[in-house]
């Protein structure tokens, strides 16, 4: 199901418009999410990571995000 830009592409895979792009023009969805993973790669700009690294690089410390999901998983 597509939810917000967001389109599934098998079932552990998820692709959207990258959200480090600076311009935000990006015409066709180039971000990769992997669930089963955990990881993340945008194929025109070649960020990558896991979710510590994406919580990082939009502004958090890393002890931040750590806390974020750690507390989101209890």
């Known amino acids: 199901k597509d939810v917000d830009g967001f389109v599934r592409r098998g ?3 998820v692709v959207c418009k ?5 311009d935000g023009n990006e015409r066709t969805p180039s971000f990769f999410i992997n669930t089963d993973k955990g990881v993340f790669k945008c194929q ?3 960020v990558g990571g ?5 919580l990082t690089q939009k502004g958090m410390s890393y002890k931040e995000a750590f806390d974020k999901i750690r507390s989101m998983h209890g």
Do not use: K, L, T, W
């Not at 896991?50 to 994406?54: P, T």
């Open 50 to 54: 896991d979710v510590i690294s994406y």
């Open 18 to 22: 990258c959200p480090f792009h600076a």
């Open 44 to 46: 025109s700009c070649g």
């Open 11 to 13: 079932r552990h895979e």
